[in-house]
């Protein structure tokens, strides 16, 4: 069971851009396609980006497309989501997971905050 740790969160202007991380743990985290998803206050936690576990694909909701980039480095353990021009409607607490995510993975997530 691979453990997952979000960061990088914060509050930004719109406009803006943050980095987010996700540290993962275990042996087999190489072999899992890997995603980013987020929750806004008073919705439904939804699919913001995925990545298989090459690399070599990806894949966005087409709210982010252009604006977020999804990335992995293997040999670290970890997923990135890089996201620029931030929106308002960004707002949320992001959470990594596999993709499909596994209800057991879920973490603490990490709070972004875009203001206008």
């Known amino acids: 069971q691979v453990q997952l740790v979000e960061s990088g969160g914060g509050l930004v202007q719109a406009g803006g851009s943050l980095r987010l991380s996700c540290a993962a743990s275990g042996r087999t985290f190489s072999r899992y396609a890997m995603g980013w998803f987020r929750q806004a206050p008073g919705k439904e936690r939804e699919f913001v980006a995925a990545i298989m576990p090459s690399g070599g694909s990806t894949y966005y909701v087409d709210t982010v497309k252009g604006r977020f980039t999804i990335s992995r480095d293997n040999a670290k353990k970890a997923v990135y989501l890089q996201m620029n021009s931030l929106k308002s409607e960004d707002t949320a607490v992001y959470y990594c997971?596999?993709?499909?995510?596994?209800?057991?993975?879920w973490g603490q997530g990490t709070q972004v905050t875009v203001s206008s």
């Open positions: 997971n596999y993709n499909p995510p596994q209800k057991d993975s």
